[in-house]
């Protein structure tokens, strides 16, 4: 059996590796885990542990070194803080079924696998505990309810966790777009911004985004556009689509070299407050020194109150190490000719184009035009281009907010 215990995990690490955060699994202990691989104990990831251990090795979660293990994940529960405590608000935990713990040990390396049987990584097992999923739920989530599709997933999931630092096998096909820390960094590096605004996002950007990132870069020097592009909900808009969205839109609307695509491969929660804040100290980690947090920031159907998000995050700003951008919706108004926020509109609803999610969708199904004041024409026309090739789906939804 091969042991490693941390010391000798020091040794196996090269050192002078570019990003400390990183976890990729590099040199001598690459060749020794592929040497003992055969031998060791397996642990079969889902899709969202496997986003999460993606974004463990690229060190997108640092300062995780791995799973949360016992003491950091009841801390994380109840404090939003690691043990030590540092802020982290979301559990980034591997769960496992009560039959998948007889076959482990209590401690030691277990390979990490997915689905398909492909080797992802190692973990070095702390130990195995059980949890509580509706106590995490209501902690995690604000709810029990298993119509919140964060909720309906946390509880699908097994009620044991096991812990440990891990160490990934790094993707030999990588994406498109950069989505690494330390690729993103060098990007930004690059192109001389010392500010940079973070967008999250998992839906086509509108004009209202659009307003929002513009009179940001009227503050800071670039904006990192990084859509999330992990495992969303049913009905959320594919990410290929919204890929074509956002470069139509960067291409004929903004400045190029003050603005970055990246994607963000996380799984997304649909957490709220916990999310708004997890999303502003991963986009640190990729170099942001501003976030945009909106309206309902990560949140869902009605689970979440509508500043909650950035309410949350200003109660952790002194500590936090990115400056929170709490904006409001916006909307063109007639009168005003322009997009605005109830801060600078004075002007009542009538006056104002907004549309709901559920009407844009009636209008792209039955190919109609989205006005302009709205959205951008090139955006509308790949939309309205899914929705009657039939590429989006008829309950599709989330065109109404940037989260
Ligand atoms: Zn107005």
């Known amino acids: 059996m091969w042991r490693c215990h941390q010391k000798q995990e020091r040794n196996f690490f090269p050192t002078g590796r570019p990003d400390p955060a990183c976890r990729w699994m590099e040199g001598k202990m690459l060749r020794r885990f592929t040497e003992h691989l055969s031998s060791l104990p397996r642990i079969v990831l889902d899709e969202e542990e496997e986003s999460d251990l993606l974004l463990l090795g690229c060190g997108a979660f640092s300062p995780l070194k791995g799973f949360l293990t016992r003491e950091d994940y009841y801390s994380v529960l109840h404090r939003c803080r ?91 096909k990588t994406l498109e777009y950069p989505w690494e820390p330390e690729e993103t960094k060098r990007l930004i590096r690059e ?8 967008f999250q996002t998992r839906n086509p950007i509108h004009r209202a985004h659009e307003y929002l990132h513009k009179t940001a870069l009227e503050l800071v020097d670039g904006l990192l556009l990084h859509p999330l592009v992990g495992k969303t909900k049913a009905g959320d ?39 708004a804040l997890f999303h502003a100290l991963v986009r640190k980690n990729y170099g942001c020194t501003h976030m945009i947090i ?43 000719a322009q997009l605005g926020t109830e801060k600078t509109c004075p002007h009542g609803r009538r006056d104002r184009l907004i549309l709901s999610g559920t009407k844009v969708r009636e209008v792209l199904q039955r190919g109609g035009d989205l006005p302009a004041e709205f959205t951008r024409a090139e955006v509308a026309a790949i ?16 065109v109404d907010c940037g989260s």
Request: aromatic content about 12%; charged content about 20%; overall charge neutral.
């Open 82 to 172: 690691l043990a030590d405590g540092r802020l982290w608000p979301l559990p980034i935990v591997l769960s496992l079924q009560a039959e998948e713990v007889k076959t482990l040990p209590t401690s030691g390396p277990v390979a990490l696998y997915k689905a398909n049987g492909q080797v992802l990584g190692v973990l070095f097992l702390n130990r195995v505990f059980s949890r509580n999923l509706k106590e995490e739920a209501r902690l995690v989530y604000g709810t029990e309810d298993e119509d919140h599709p964060g909720v309906a997933s946390l509880l699908r999931k097994g009620s044991y966790l096991a812990g440990g630092e891990v160490f990934v096998l790094k993707p030999e």
């Open 191 to 198: 192109r001389g911004w010392r500010t940079v605004v973070g």
């Open 237 to 275: 808009i594919p990410v290929e689509i919204r890929l074509r969205c956002y470069e139509a839109l960067i291409n004929e609307y903004y400045p190029k070299n003050r603005v970055l695509l990246g994607v963000f491969p996380a799984a997304m929660r649909y957490a709220g407050p916990r999310e």
């Open 294 to 336: 909106g309206r309902d920031h990560a949140g869902v159907g009605a689970y979440y109150g509508t500043y909650e998000a950035q309410e949350f995050c200003a109660r952790f700003q002194s500590e936090l190490g990115v400056e929170i951008l709490p904006f409001d919706h916006a909307f063109y108004c007639y009168k005003c």
């Open 383 to 398: 939309l309205k281009n899914s929705y009657t090739q039939g590429s989006l789906a008829v309950e599709s939804s989330s």
